[in-house]
């Protein structure tokens, strides 16, 4: 890994929101959950949550450069998912036209929170609106009544950005992410092929120089070259 990109990856770890996330709930289009990934990325997002349709259990064929960066938690019903993200404090705000329904941009997104996107076709579950604690809407002036899903989490996302960035939420000296997470996504993206060798024969990751080169003592090494 050249310090250049050891350095770049420092950065973006350091702009990590982890009081910031999304919940896709049954979103079955691969190029929708694909572009919300990649919005999440480009957002400062560590993590999202996803309750998968019964035929689609994993994520599968999204894009594998912002896959890399976003991690994804996955859980059974949106009852866990929900539970989970209040358990961390977070704000559960649900995209779902009604009469409490407040415009995205009167939310204070400077607060723990996560968004509830609905699927494609049916939108948030009845579920899902109940245990949320705010209905949110993306005003719209003409004829159609939603967006697709994928344009929706980054119009909600960039005013996240807008307010975190003015309240200097991006601007951190240290990452909010633990020691370990950061040495982890360190190693396995500056250097990706060792790291899959040493994850199939059970080996931990060694540390890494201030220039993100591997300090490992030869017993190590000899592990990963045995056939």
């Given at each position: 890994m050249n310090l250049e990109r050891y350095q770049r990856i420092q950065q973006v770890l350091k702009a990590r929101q982890t009081d910031?996330?999304?919940?896709?709930?049954?979103?079955?289009?691969?190029?929708?959950?694909?572009?919300?990934?990649?919005?999440?990325?480009?957002?400062?997002?560590?993590?999202?949550?996803?309750?998968?349709?019964?035929?689609?259990?994993?994520?599968?064929?999204?894009?594998?450069?912002?896959?890399?960066?976003?991690?994804?938690?996955?859980?059974?019903?949106?009852?866990?998912?929900?539970?989970?993200?209040?358990?961390?404090g977070m704000q559960v705000l649900v995209t779902n036209l009604s009469d409490t329904a407040v415009d995205f941009r009167e939310i204070d997104y400077t607060k723990p929170t996560a968004i509830i996107l609905g699927g494609e076709k049916e939108g948030a579950s009845a579920q899902a609106k109940q245990l949320a604690d705010q209905d949110i809407i993306i005003p719209m002036v003409g004829m159609v009544q939603s967006l697709n899903?994928?344009?929706?989490?980054?119009?909600?996302?960039?005013?996240?950005?807008?307010?975190r960035e003015a309240a200097g939420m991006y601007n951190k000296e240290v990452s909010s992410l633990p020691e370990e997470v950061i040495h982890r996504i360190l190693f396995e993206r500056g250097h990706p092929v060792l790291a899959k060798v040493a994850k199939r024969k059970g080996l931990s990751y060694p540390p890494l120089d201030d220039e993100g080169q591997i300090i490992a003592d030869e017993a190590w090494w000899k592990e990963m070259q045995k056939a």
């Open positions: 910031l996330t999304l919940c896709l709930e049954e979103v079955h289009k691969p190029n929708n959950v694909s572009a919300v990934i990649r919005s999440a990325d480009a957002t400062g997002l560590h993590k999202i949550h996803a309750v998968w349709p019964h035929r689609m259990r994993t994520l599968t064929h999204t894009s594998a450069g912002a896959r890399n960066w976003v991690e994804v938690d996955n859980h059974s019903s949106i009852a866990d998912a929900i539970q989970t993200l209040k358990a961390q899903v994928s344009v929706a989490s980054a119009v909600i996302l960039y005013e996240a950005q807008r307010q």
